[in-house]
């Protein structure tokens, strides 16, 4: 499977973009774990536009962590030009457009999934940043806004013509938002189309490596991205089951303590709590409430790694 002149072998599997999740110090370990492609935090082009301090740092990538993509979105064919030639200066492997954030404040706005309202303009955007760039350019986007409209056939070629290197695919409509199940089957008609050439990513549900192999074998996909359930969990790329909770919690505190060097103190745990809030390694400690509570409202890293030691030991005394 290749994306430009990337090279992931079989069966690759990568790491979705999220806000407030796909920070640096995440990315880093994902990709230790096994990611064969990461992507930053999506960006707004509007931001990126107007130099926000805080939308500009989210473009920092390392070396570490390559292949690395960089998503923005938009709803302004100018603004997205012009973003995603502020994007290639930082050097990212792909530049990837956001088509299918279902959040209010995104497609509610006609950027993310609200572009399945308006097709003529997502393609107008497509085709210009193409032009306007010369790295690789993919797209992220869903089956279409309902099951009224379920476009992602038609709309899989038109996107190809505009001169994309890969396609995802959210197997959900911007109206199921992240309920329901994952409609994999119209992602693997995409993919069996004989006038489709680039790669087809799937996406939605997979919540192991057993999972994302069924995927490849029962619809043929190129690549299968993990969003939702990487939380907490950037060892879910592995293949292995030899981590023990030890080693897991010594995860976590590696992540932390990442955040805070390459972000600052405040940010870099507010990015970890999160991860820390989903974790699924200490859903067995008894009355975790509090102790849950306690973790979300750390603000200095020593504290959180205090609880995190404290963690530990209640779970060695189960």
């Keep these: 499977m290749k994306i430009g002149n990337i090279e992931f072998g079989k069966e690759p599997l990568f790491l979705a973009p999220m806000e407030d999740v796909t920070d640096i110090g995440f990315r880093l370990l994902c990709k230790r774990f096994g990611a064969a492609m990461v992507y930053t935090e999506f960006v707004s082009a509007e931001a990126l536009v107007r130099s926000v301090k805080s939308t500009m740092q989210k473009l920092t990538i390392s070396d570490d962590e390559r292949p690395v993509g960089i998503q923005i979105y ?23 457009l956001n088509f299918g954030c279902p959040v209010k404040k995104v497609a509610g706005k006609g950027a993310g999934a609200g572009m399945l309202r308006n097709i003529p303009l997502m393609l107008e955007i497509t ?56 409609d994999w089957s119209l992602i693997g008609e ?4 004989p006038r489709i050439t680039i790669p087809i990513i799937g996406n939605g549900d ?5 999972e994302a192999h069924d995927a490849f074998e029962k619809y043929g996909v190129d690549a299968v ?13 592995s293949s292995s089951d030899s981590l023990t909770l030890d ?62 030691e404290r963690c530990r030991e209640m779970l060695r005394e189960k």
Aim: proline fraction near 3%; include cysteine; charged fraction near 30%.
């Design 74 to 96: 938009g709803r302004d064919v100018e603004a997205m030009v012009e973003a995603a030639r502020i994007v290639e200066q930082a050097g990212p492997d792909v530049i990837d």
């Design 127 to 182: 085709r210009k940043v193409v032009k306007a760039v010369n790295v690789p350019v993919t797209v992220k986007t869903r089956l279409g806004w309902d099951s009224e409209s379920l476009i992602i056939t038609d709309l899989a070629e038109q996107l190809q013509d505009c001169g994309i290197s890969a396609l995802t695919i959210h197997g959900r409509t911007r109206s199921q938002m992240y309920t329901g199940n994952a």
């Design 190 to 193: 995409v993919k069996r189309n």
């Design 206 to 210: 997979i919540t192991s490596i057993a």
């Design 225 to 237: 991205m993990i969003g939702r359930a990487t939380f907490g969990c950037p060892w879910i790329f």
């Design 247 to 308: 080693d897991k919690i010594d995860i976590l505190e590696e992540q932390l303590r990442i955040n805070v060097e390459r972000i600052d103190e405040y940010r870099g745990i507010l990015h970890t709590r999160r991860h820390l809030a989903a974790t699924p390694i200490f859903k067995g400690i008894p009355n975790f409430r509090s102790t849950r509570i306690e973790m979300l409202r750390a603000e200095k890293m020593d504290d959180l790694i205090s609880i995190l």
